[in-house]
Structures are given as C-alpha cells and as structure tokens.
C-alpha cells in the first residue's frame, strides 16, 4: 500500500510483565555490509521545511537526501539475493508497477494491486512493504496488521487526514476501496518476522539519504559521531536495495535509549502519557483498530510520533495519541521508539 520514490533504481506507518517475556535484541557495537553505490543525484525531500513552534520535524527521522551520493549503479546489471533462483537487473528492482518477487513459493499469491498496481498513482505495494509485509524504514510494516486498521489508514490518505507527501497521499488518494481491501486481508494473513537489530553507541557508519527515504553506509570504513538521534542501516546493504523481503535493519541508537525507553514505554511520559499496553494490546502487537508497533521501525515509528504531534496524522483515532505525544520531547521519542524495535513483532 506503500510505494517507492521517483528514483527509478534505488527504492527504496504499552501493563508490564507481558512485556518482559518478549525478546529484545541489543548489540554494543555492530557494522552493517559497505553500500552499493547509490545514484549520483537525488530528488529533495517531499516534506516542507521546519516551522517555527513546540514540535519540529527532524531530519534524521524523516530521511532527507543527502547532498553528496555515491557513483550511479547501471541499471541493467543484474542482481539476485541468497535462496532465490531468479535474477533481475537494478531497473527491474525499481519498477514501481512490477514489484521483484524473490521468492513466490513463500507466500500466497499477490493481488493485482499488490503486485503491479495500477498506473499512474497507485504504485505496487509490495514494492516498498514488500513480499513480507516487513517494509524499510520509508514504509510501515503491514505483515500481521488488522484488516481493520489498515483500512482505516487508508480512507485516512483518502481523505487527507493523514498526510504523507512524499507518497502515500497520492497512492491512498487514487486507491479504491476494493484495492485496499485486498492489499490489507493479503498482508493481514502474513505472520511478521524479527526484522530489527538495536545497537547502542555515540558513532555509527558513515552513512547518507539515498533519496529513497532510507539511509545507506557510504563506501569505506568512516564513521561520524551519532549524536541525538537514530540512524538505521540495512543488515546487508546490497540485500536491502535489491528489495530483498527477508532482510532487515539495524537501529543505532544512543546509549541508554533502550532502557529508558522501556521505562517510559511501561509507566507513561513523566507520568503524563498512557502506558502504551493500554491501548496497544499485553505484547505490543496490536488490536482489532490499533497497530502492533512491537518490534517496528524505530525510524518509521518516531516519524509517526512526529506527525501525531504536528498534526499530519489526524484520523479518528489521532485524539487519543495526540495526548500522549503531546509533551514527549525528542529524547523521549528516541527511548520509546528504540526499545520498541527491541521486541518481537
């Protein structure tokens, strides 16, 4: 239900003891594969520049393009990942309408809109939330999410009470209802998988915005300090830009995030916001109208965070998150979020 960027090549939404019994994954040091060489230039971002006011958008969660990029791959070489038997060339990966299919045996047979979409809004979803229903961090992860929530998010789109500029407001805009509901009973039935790996440090990989609204190593060993922030890097880069459905991420977070975060997650902001579990489900994992968010995107869950405080995410439900993000400050998303990313989804 997603889609990728106008790059043809490179494509790239809390009580406590339940909480305790799920696995977390935290690493001290971790570097992910060198990138494959990005194209030379980049759209800018879809997004409108910061305003003056209590909340902003930061740049590190919404996946600026970097001004300096990488050599430009070809886009006929060819490419595959580890267990397919099929090979596509760089440009066959970016097509929008045509979503790469590494590995058909391992899930029921796509709809139409899932698939291949349809011209000229409505982009392939699997081509961003791909064959798994996992995503990248442009994109949510839908595997495992109820047919009614996904549903709802999409008449949101529709309606422009949820906003996503860079592509989704066009894609919900154009989406039928019958499309949607294919696209969400589809990933609904996907059960989803441990896709995230959480590594606490003060610097990470050199690293840029490929324009695709993900973050890439650059070439080489660098590294640069990772401030206040998140940065989030695929497991293996070139499995990553090939679409490859099972392979995920690394979250770089600062030191102490997951901790603090858990606490937060378990007693609220400051005593202010609801305990997650409340609305979210025991585990995290979602209810009948609310997303699971365990084991998420860091990157795509602070991003929500930020929207449901600016206002771009308004649905029916945003009333209810609007409260509890009200007087969360940047630190305070970046605990939440990285101990979320920690958990089984």
């Known amino acids: 239900m997603s889609t990728a960027s106008s790059r043809p090549i490179l494509l790239l939404a809390i009580v406590f003891a339940t909480l305790a019994a799920q696995g977390s994954d935290v690493w001290s040091a971790e570097t992910p594969t060198a990138a494959t060489p990005a194209a030379a230039t980049a759209p800018p971002s879809p997004y409108p520049p910061p305003v003056p006011g209590p ?7 919404f996946l600026t393009t970097s001004a300096q990029q990488p050599a430009a791959e070809d886009p006929n070489a060819r490419v595959t990942v580890p267990g397919s038997k099929l090979t596509h ?15 058909p045996e391992r899930h029921a047979p796509m709809p139409e809109v899932v698939a291949k979409g349809r011209k000229p809004d409505v982009y ?7 064959t798994s229903g996992m995503g990248h961090p442009e994109s949510s992860h839908l595997a495992g999410q109820s047919v009614q929530y996904m549903m709802q998010q999409m008449a949101d ?11 989704m407001t066009r894609i919900g805009t154009a989406t039928t209802e019958e499309e949607a509901r294919a696209a969400a009973e589809w990933f609904a039935a996907i059960k989803p998988i441990r896709w995230m790996k959480v590594v606490e440090t003060d610097k990470v990989p050199r690293n840029y915005g490929n324009g695709g609204r993900m973050r890439l190593p650059w070439p080489g060993k660098e590294t640069e300090p990772l401030g206040k922030r998140i940065v989030e890097l695929p497991q293996d880069t070139a499995r990553a ?11 770089y977070v600062p030191k102490g995030s997951v901790a603090r975060g858990k606490a937060l997650v378990k007693n609220g902001t400051d005593g202010a916001a ?4 409340l609305c979210h489900g025991p585990k995290l994992q979602g209810t009948a109208d609310v997303p699971g968010i365990a084991g ?3 990157i795509y869950a602070a991003r929500q965070l930020y929207n449901f405080q600016v206002g771009d995410r308004a649905g029916p439900q945003s009333a209810l998150m609007k409260a509890v993000v ?10 939440v979020t990285a101990y979320l990313a920690t958990l089984d989804p």
């Open 124 to 130: 392939a979803c699997a081509v961003c939330h791909l």
């Open 157 to 167: 789109f529709k309606s422009g009470a949820r906003k996503d500029p860079a592509r």
């Open 326 to 335: 009200a007087k969360m400050t940047e630190d305070d998303i970046i605990a």
């Open 55 to 61: 909340y902003v958008r930061p740049e590190w969660a």
């Open 241 to 251: 830009v090939a679409r490859d459905p099972y392979s995920g991420f690394v979250a």
């Open 89 to 103: 060339t760089n440009a066959e990966v970016g097509n929008f309408f045509a979503a790469v299919d590494w590995h």
């Open 296 to 298: 998420t995107s860091a």
């Open 274 to 277: 609801t305990a997650c579990v």
